[in-house]
């Protein structure tokens, strides 16, 4: 068993596990990353595609943002297309531009490890059997065995569980201790991924066939998502009747169609556990929180998580200050519950005001009504807009 000790131990090099990594290191404070997969599957995960503003300016004060997301193209817009009538909502011109960065998550993750490895960081891949100990004592630890069948032990001050919704880290809090606040939307979305032509602006729209949304994830790729039926499988949609139902949704008869990379059917559902610590155990990212994908949130939320985990450790390391730890899981709730009404409230307008057929004529005209106020009125608008950016 090769011993050693460091500051902290981060599980999983993820959005979340990496900005981590990164931040500590420009405090100073040493760490480990450790990685289940190859470095080739961390880094070809397609999911994300938007940084918004908040985390962009992030990334600015701690001197990050030109390396991960410098040349990365960015919008102010987003578009709502109602019946194939489009509504720009952005900024208006009272306002700074507050551009969300359309930088696909497996672009940022790359350039994180980048980052992270030029200057010196010690991110450790094909890692097995990774289990917590002595969560509950002032000196926890972490073993695992390497590619090679080594095992190690890692002491360490604190554990950051960024192993997402399927680690070891939430699952080794003890029974009990997490509250659990579990939504299924009773909605499912076919996702595609194709080497189709992008849209000018990340696109939602609501038609009586089902919602769709189109959005960019690379210059020649995009990322298509259609409400489907919640039995349906992913045979139950071939090329032709995806390419049929995005151009009626979108109310796009000529869009371009391409060679589709990848697809799958997925059911929204949202989850938060509370709190998100456990002694020197504290969760990031997908291992505290699963968020149903529109109002691009999910990442945004990670890199939220990584930044508050940080300034906390920053303080007990260096200051021997634990105010910021003592409130590290009531400070991130409150953002991701915040997020997670603005992405409740924006699916449940969206698939409402199309296809009434599951919620009934009412709430169509309810959820129609809404969107009429964010093109109205221009504080509705701009509420939506700081939400959008991180903002509110
Ligand atoms: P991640 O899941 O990204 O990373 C966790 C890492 O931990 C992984 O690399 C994993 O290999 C590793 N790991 C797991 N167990 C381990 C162990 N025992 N030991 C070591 N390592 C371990 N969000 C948006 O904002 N917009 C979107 O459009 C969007 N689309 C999505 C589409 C799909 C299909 C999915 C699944 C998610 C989508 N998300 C989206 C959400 C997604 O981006 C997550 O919020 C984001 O990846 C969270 O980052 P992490 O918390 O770092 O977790």
Known sequence: MARESTSVVVVGAGPAGLTVGNLLRRCGISCVVLERQPPARVMG??????????????????????????????DEILEIRVDGNSRLLGQDEGNASRRMI??????????????????????????ADVALDGLDTGRPAVTYRDGAGVRHEIDCEFIAGCDGDHGISRASVPAGVLSVYAYDHGIAWLSVLADAPPPQHPLLAVSPYGF?????????????????GLTDQVPDWPDERVWQQVRARLGAADLPTGPITDREVFRLRSVVYDPMAYGRLLLLGDAAHIIAPLGGKGMNLALHDAEVFVRAIRGVVRDGDHTALQSYSRDCLRRVWNYQEFSRWLTETLHDAGDD????????????????????????AQAFADLLAGLA
């Open 45 to 74: 995960r397609q999911r994300a595609g938007v940084v918004e503003y908040r985390a962009v300016r992030m990334f600015e004060e701690w001197g990050l943002a030109d390396r991960l997301i410098g040349d990365a193209p960015s």
């Open 212 to 228: 769709a949304g189109h959005f960019a994830r690379g210059p020649q790729t995009s990322r298509f998502y259609l409400q489907c």
């Open 102 to 127: 359309l930088c696909p998550q497996q672009v940022f993750v790359r350039r994180s490890i980048e980052v992270f490895l030029a200057e010196g960081g010690d991110l450790r891949f094909e890692v």
């Open 357 to 380: 057929s599951q919620v009934g004529p009412f709430r169509r005209q309810l959820a129609r009504a809404r969107l009429d106020r964010l093109s109205n009125s221009p504080s509705a």
